[in-house]
């Protein structure tokens, strides 16, 4: 009975932890390919790095660049940055999307 209590605290402690660590901004920024494209200062790779994104948004109202941005992370955009557009990052859901643009608005 024991033995079967602790597997299943371990099965749902295993299960639980994907999404724990989902919440963490700069762990998603690393493992969504953000930064195959992205750097985290100001420099231009394929598109802009996030403080040059949080510099260009800064005078925005918090809430509704965090909408907008969350939209281009999860939809794509284009036209923004430059010709190349940004593509949908369908491994990304909505509220994925959210917390890594409200993490480039307040880092």
Known sequence: MMKTLISAV???ALMAAPAVMAEDPEQLF???ACMACHALDDSQRVG????AVQARYADEDLDEIVATLAGYIKNGNSGNWGQIPMPAN????EEQAEILARW????
């Open 48 to 51: 802009p790095g996030m403080e």
């Open 30 to 32: 690393n493992t969504k």
């Open 90 to 93: 369908a491994n990304v859901s």
């Open 104 to 107: 480039v608005m307040t880092r």
């Open 10 to 12: 371990s099965l749902a």
